[in-house]
């Protein structure tokens, strides 16, 4: 059985889901990076069909299903697609609210197995707040076709959560993930976070920090006081507010916190080290995990399986080429939606125009009078009619070429190229995306 429900702004929890998660015995949060097969992982376990890409505003709605497994109801949620949950964008935002605070019993955290060290990146920050975490490797068939192998009981070793090998398409694949989803939410074992060791110098503010959050924080549902004094130190006024907001507690009206605040910051400034080289510093450090853990965990028969993607970025992605070639695509694209929609516009609108003669033809039959053929046929009729031929052709074509470059990978590479003109506005190059739809529309 599958449902839908879709929440504004950076609401936690909409009235649907709560009702929904009542009548399930677990609540699963399906996470990860936009184009790992997130959706379709999401869509297989669940029956619904939605559509599988990650447009920006796309997804920052929540879609829920619900799956059985062990004669155990299980509900869904499909959070934001998102690289990182460090609240960058608004789609980050409700991924990390709702990992930290919606209360899932199960964070499964889809990553492409053809590009490991880029995906666990997210999978190190998501640990960092909960144990709770099943790590979904899928595309594992197009990995093998790359010739790359992924030693999955070595990386869940290294991790310290199940970790599953899915082609998300294949349901069969998904049971084996059910599994351990399944044991990872009846297990009743005391919850331990995820460690990452940073710099000795970020690791003694941590320790001076640490004993009064922890102290504040014994009471709530959510105790992960090392988390949170990172997010103290990085100084992010979004993750703290909703920090305080979701725990109800005001974290630096307490004087024992703001104190032991000052004397930690005091620590890093003396270092030279401020919120952004702070924040630059943790990043480093779980992407060079990243590295190191992906070296150690995956193989590689062909050690040129990237080198055409590489050459294809370096034309798609160039300075020189890749905005010339960008706007070529954009014109061929409005150039066959728009001359490409004439005929079956045509065909539409004089196939109205049949019909609203035959529908005047039977109303004056029955001798209805003329303001009535004027509302229903001349006004509603026909401009439903106008409407249908004149938008119906275009998005039919436009829409579906838009898809294709999704396919193929183009997309990204268009909002990489426009990145740099983009946060000049104070926003980044995806946006372009949502831009071109609504030229267009």
């Known amino acids: 059985m599958g449902l839908t429900s879709s929440s504004t702004g950076t609401k936690l929890l909409n009235d649907d889901i709560k009702i929904l998660k009542d009548k399930c015995d677990y609540t699963i949060a399906i996470a990860g990076n936009p184009n790992v097969g997130k959706s379709t992982v999401f869509n297989s376990l669940t029956g619904l069909h939605q559509h599988t890409g990650n447009w920006p505003g796309k997804t920052v709605s929540n879609a829920m299903g619900m799956t059985s497994y062990n004669d155990k109801d299980f509900l869904l949620v499909d959070i934001p697609g998102t690289y990182s949950i460090m609240s960058n964008s608004e789609e980050e935002e409700i991924a990390r609210d709702y990992i930290c605070f919606g209360n899932p019993d199960c964070t499964v955290v889809v990553v492409d197995a053809t590009c490991l060290e880029r995906n666990l990146n997210l999978v190190y920050q998501i640990l960092e707040i909960t144990n709770k975490v099943v790590v979904c490797v899928n595309l594992v068939d197009e990995a093998l076709k790359k010739g790359i192998e992924v030693d999955l009981d070595k990386l869940s070793f290294e991790l310290g959560v199940p970790v599953v090998g899915t082609i998300a398409r294949r349901k069969k694949t998904l049971k084996n993930l059910m599994q351990s989803v399944y044991e990872v939410c009846c297990s009743n074992k005391k919850e331990t976070f995820f460690k990452i060791e ?203 070429l838009f898809t294709i470059l999704e396919d193929l990978g183009y997309l990204p590479r268009i909002a990489f190229n426009l990145d740099n003109l983009f946060r000049k506005a104070y926003t980044s190059g995806k946006q372009a995306l949502t831009m071109c739809m609504r030229i267009w529309l």
């Open 198 to 400: 940073y710099d000795s110098i970020i690791e003694n503010a941590i320790n001076l920090l640490e004993p009064n959050v922890n102290n504040l924080l014994s009471n709530h549902s959510f105790n992960n006081s090392r988390w949170i004094c990172l997010k103290l130190l990085e100084g992010n006024k979004k993750i703290i507010s909703s920090i305080e907001n979701y725990l109800g507690i005001k974290l630096l009206q307490h004087k024992s916190i703001s104190d032991s605040l000052f004397e930690a910051k005091k620590i890093l400034l003396n270092n030279n080290i401020n919120s952004s080289l702070f924040k630059d510093k943790i990043v480093s450090t779980i992407m060079y995990h990243s590295e190191n853990i992906t070296l150690n965990v995956t193989s590689y028969k062909k050690l040129d399986y990237n080198s055409k993607n590489r050459k294809i970025d370096k034309i798609l992605t160039s300075k020189l080429t890749g905005i010339p070639i960008m706007f070529l695509f954009f014109g061929l694209i409005f150039w066959i939606t728009i001359t490409g929609a004439n005929y079956p516009s045509q065909m539409l609108s004089n196939f109205f125009n049949f019909v609203e003669t035959k529908l005047v033809y039977i109303f004056e039959s029955f001798n209805s009078p003329n303001w009535l053929i004027g509302v229903l046929i001349y006004g509603m009729y026909r401009t439903l009619g106008w409407v249908i031929a004149v938008m119906l052709p275009p998005m039919a074509i436009f829409f579906p």
